[in-house]
Every structure is written in structure tokens, then in C-alpha cells.
């Protein structure tokens, strides 16, 4: 069921003589949902709004628009009927908003917060903090500034997630590895944030005083087996894909100490995160990451890509592609949870189209450095991802589980699944024997019912032809005196264990089964 009013959009030509606008920002606050963009144009004079013009409108559960149809936009608007800013700070060249979220305040009541950067020429930060909304004056104003040689700081997109018995609020840019209690008193003291990091606390990746990432002063933490010690740390930056990289070629860290960057599930290749964001989907029971990717192909910077998670964290591992652009720019795509529609069945997201930063030399009329609205529809079976499979030892027995509930105690992952049928896919159904080892049969369980009755996962048959990349096939492996019985895509296992003679199917290998990670 679509959700929204039927209707014209109310101001469809130059609404608030806006031509333009770089990236979005949004949070619903006071039950209207707030926009924020960056650097907007101005058909009057060509230095517009470079201090965050701002709009409001109708949530479409609430009288809006179908988001279908558009979105009636109320901008914030000066005397002369333009955009205002809505985000000045003191000090030199634009501000910037950025991890824009609310937070319950006082009751009943909400506070409206986001990171700022001042900018000064060519694009260099040289203040950051965090700016609260005041409702009387409808904009603005600031609530911390943070040392800028601090390890981390309120960045990208931001979101409320609960995790164990605390609410937290998370930042990232995709890869949400930053965060801090959902309390105003803390969101504006860094002493209270931490990072989900390998490092150990205190080794700093950016070198104080100086633009960049400088690894040879990182030190990885490590566990008594040598692992790297994946985990929520005070004291430390989050290390992403692209910091992993560089820790990568400067020796810290070895092939397989990673959490992996983003796979293309359809090619042997590797999706290079640009910026993006992440939101939990009722309909996928999954935590969904739409992302831009970084020299990619036709575009540099025009290539979006669809992803899957239990927990906000991960393990992100295989994507899809799902917009492409030719020689043009789409960056800094996000995703709208407040539009979602049918359970969340049908996702919006938009992000800016330009010709910069590509080699196109021509613009598309009246979309050149402009916002560009799409729509998925996650019932399409071409969006369907495999999902960890997470080995769990309970009371001595080696289980399989998948799932949000599976993901925050784990001895690794064994290897990855699918979680819904389509076309090609067998059903595995899962059981326990005497002492509660999961058993995996192609068979369903006699007399089983409710969920009991539902496949753990779905893969592909044993026999298939030319299967797909990443797949491998999955056997039971058993010690010799019948005490223990694992499951794993992996070539070899450590003795006395043994593989079985046939494999059940084959799944999608998984570079994380030695990575004992509490995901949450």
C-alpha cells in the first residue's frame, strides 16, 4: 500500500528561486521532516546560499505528499523570497551541516543536532563542531567546537540505534563506526564517543597539525592468539575500509585481518565505498546501506550500490548495483527512512547529479548540480543478497545462526547465505542433535512447525554448473571419536577434523570465519 496524498505539487517551478543544491541532510523533528542542503544556486547572482538553506515538509503518514509524486517543500526563506541560511557560523568562507539527528529531550519534547565544518579555500576544514536548532530563531546555533586533532567527530549521516540496554547515536559515512550515548550532555564531550576500531587506544591515524591519514604511529591491537581486537574503543578512530587499506600496505595489518570492503556479488571485484548511508528495513529485517562508489565504471563518482547487514556494523560484505550514470556525477547518495513505503518495501533515496568530478563536458538541463530522487523496490529478486551465517558455540555445541539476534556473539562467520527463495535456490533446513550441534539437511523436519518449520537459509544446489563468483561448497566436517561437527565452505579446517564425502550445497564464502566479532 503506496502512502501519501494524491495530489499537484504546490510550488512545481523555481520554489524559493532555488536552481540548485549540493548534498542532503534530513530528520524528521516536531513531526514535519526537516531538509538541509549544502552549497545551493541562485539564479540572481552566482555565489547563492553556501550556509545551509533549509525547507520543511509534511511527513506523507501525516497529510504530505505521496512521495511518489514529489515532496512540497516550504524553504526557510530570506526577505527577498530566496533560500536563507539556516547554519552561519563565525568565521571566515561557508559552513557545512553534516550527521544531522534528533534526540528526546525533557519529556515529550526533541532537540535538533548536526556536526558543522567551517571551510575555508581550497576546501580546507579548519573548525568543526556541533550546532543545535533553535526554534525561535529557526536556525542554527552552536553547541561545541572540537579540537580538530581529536580522533573523531560527529561526521556524515547520523542515527538512533538501541545496543544491549543503552540508546546510541551513530555516525558514519557509509560504515557507521562511530558513536556516543543518545544524551545531549554527551554528544557534546568526545571524551564520551567511541570507535569501532582495531587499534589500541591512544594510537592516533591523523597527524596532529596536518591535513591527511598518517598510519606508521597506529598500533593494532591484538588478542592472545594474534587477532586483531575488533571492538567499541574510547581514545581510538574508527577504521573503515579505506583506513584498513592503509594499514594494509603500511604492514599492520595482514590479508585477512580485515573486515572487507564491499564485494560486487555479480563480478571478482571490489566496490570502492565513496559516501552513502545505512537504515534499518522492516521489510528485509536488515540493516540496508545505499552507497556511492569511488572510481567506478562508466562514472567516477556516479555508481550507486545496495547492501545488507544484521547490525549496523555489519559484516558488510556483498553488494549490488543498482543506479549507473554515464561519464556524469551522483555523489553522496542517502537513503529517506521517513519515506519509505509498505513496510519499508519501497525505498527512497537521492543524492546530487553534476557533471563535476567527471569527464562530461556537457550539463543535463535543469538537473546540473541538483537533487535527483530514486526509488527501489526491495521485493525485486535482483536484490537479493546473501547473509552471514554466524557460528556460535552454546554450552559446548557448535551451532549455526543468522539474523540480528546471531550477530552480537559469535566465533566467527562461517559462511554467507541466502535468506530469501528465488529462482535457482534449495532450502536448507536446520536441526539439533542430543548435545545441540546444529544439523543441516536438505530435508524439512518431520512434525516441524511455526519457525521450526522454516529454512535456515537458502543456497545453491551442490551440482550446479558454472557457479556463481564467491561460491564455494558447503560440508560438514567431523572429529573422529563423533564429538563434534562443524560447518564450513573452507578449504581446509584446522585436525582433527574431517570434511564429509558429499557436499549439502554451496554458499558464498565468507574471509571472516577466524574473526570472533561481537557485531552490535
Not at 530528520?27 to 552549497?39: E, I, K
Not at 600496505?249 to 580485515?258: D, M, Q, V
Request: neutral net charge.
Amino acid at each position: 500500500m503506496l502512502t501519501g496524498r494524491k495530489a499537484p505539487i504546490a510550488r512545481p517551478l523555481l520554489n524559493a528561486q532555488v536552481t540548485g543544491s549540493d548534498s542532503v541532510q534530513t530528520a524528521v523533528y516536531r513531526g514535519r521532516l526537516h531538509w538541509f542542503w549544502g552549497d545551493t544556486n541562485w539564479p540572481r547572482y552566482p555565489l547563492g546560499n553556501f550556509n545551509v538553506p533549509g525547507a520543511t515538509s509534511k511527513l506523507p503518514a501525516d497529510g504530505g505528499l505521496d512521495p511518489a509524486l514529489g515532496l512540497d517543500l516550504e524553504y526557510f526563506v530570506d526577505d527577498e523570497g530566496f533560500a536563507r541560511a539556516t547554519c552561519s557560523m563565525p568565521g571566515d568562507g561557508p559552513t557545512w551541516l553534516d550527521a544531522l539527528f534528533t534526540l528526546p529531550v525533557e519529556g515529550d519534547q526533541q532537540a535538533m543536532y548536526g556536526g558543522y565544518y567551517k571551510i575555508r579555500g581550497p576546501l580546507t576544514i579548519y573548525q568543526h563542531g556541533l550546532v543545535r536548532w533553535n526554534d525561535q530563531r529557526n536556525e542554527f546555533v552552536k553547541a561545541a567546537q572540537f579540537d580538530l586533532d581529536a580522533p573523531y567527530h560527529p561526521h556524515g549521516h547520523a542515527m538512533i540505534h538501541q545496543a544491549g540496554d543503552r540508546q546510541y547515536v551513530y555516525f558514519g559515512n557509509p560504515h557507521p563506526f562511530l558513536r556516543a550515548p543518545a544524551k545531549a550532555a554527551a554528544l557534546e564531550n568526545l571524551s564520551e564517543y567511541e570507535a569501532f576500531t582495531c587499534l589500541t587506544p591512544g594510537s592516533p591515524l591523523k597527524s596532529p597539525g596536518k591535513d591527511g591519514i598518517d598510519v606508521t604511529a597506529a598500533t593494532v591491537e591484538r588478542d592472545v592468539q594474534g587477532r586483531p581486537r575488533w571492538g567499541w574503543k574510547k581514545d581510538a578512530p574508527p577504521i573503515a575500509p579505506a583506513e584498513q587499506r592503509r594499514l594494509m600496505f603500511a604492514g599492520k595489518l595482514r590479508a585477512g585481518e580485515t573486515l572487507h570492503p564491499l564485494r560486487d556479488l555479480d563480478s571478482d571485484r571490489t566496490v570502492q565505498a565513496h559516501a552513502g548511508n545505512v537504515a534499518w528495513n522492516a521489510y528485509r529485517r536488515a540493516w540496508v546501506m545505499i552507497v556511492g562508489e569511488s572510481a567506478g565504471e562508466p562514472s567516477n563518482l556516479g555508481e550507486t550500490w545496495y547492501a545488507e547487514a544484521p547490525t549496523p556494523i555489519g559484516p558488510w560484505l556483498y553488494a549490488r548495483k543498482i543506479v549507473t550514470h554515464d561519464k556524469v556525477s551522483f555523489y553522496n547518495p542517502a537513503q529517506h527512512p521517513a519515506l519509505q513505503q509498505d513496510n519499508g518495501r519501497l525505498v527512497y533515496f537521492e543524492g546530487t547529479h553534476t557533471i563535476m568530478f567527471s569527464d562530461q563536458k556537457v550539463p543535463t538541463p535543469r538537473y546540473e548540480y541538483n537533487q535527483i530522487m530514486y526509488r527501489i523496490d526491495l521485493a525485486d529478486p535482483r536484490l537479493s543478497l546473501p547473509a552471514p551465517a554466524f557460528q556460535q558455540s552454546i554450552n559446548g555445541a557448535d551451532r549455526l545462526a543468522m539474523g540480528p539476534a546471531a550477530a552480537a556473539s559469535n566465533t566467527g562467520v562461517a559462511f554467507f547465505a541466502m535468506q530469501t527463495l528465488a529462482d535457482g535456490l534449495t532450502p536448507i533446513f536446520a536441526t539439533h542433535n542430543a548435545k545441540g550441534e546444529t544439523v543441516l539437511s536438505l530435508d524439512k523436519p518431520a512434525d516441524a512447525t511455526g519457525d521450526a518449520g522454516q529454512p535456515l537459509f537458502y543456497g545453491l544446489p551442490a551440482d550446479t554448473k558454472k557457479p556463481p563468483h564467491w561460491t564455494a561448497p558447503l560440508y560438514a566436517w567431523s572429529a573422529p571419536d563423533g564429538k563434534r561437527t562443524v560447518y564450513s565452505a573452507a578449504d581446509k579446517m584446522p585436525a582433527p577434523l574431517t570434511r564429509g564425502k558429499k557436499p549439502i550445497c554451496l554458499v558464498w564464502r565468507s574471509p571472516l570465519v577466524n574473526m570472533p566479532i561481537a557485531w552490535e
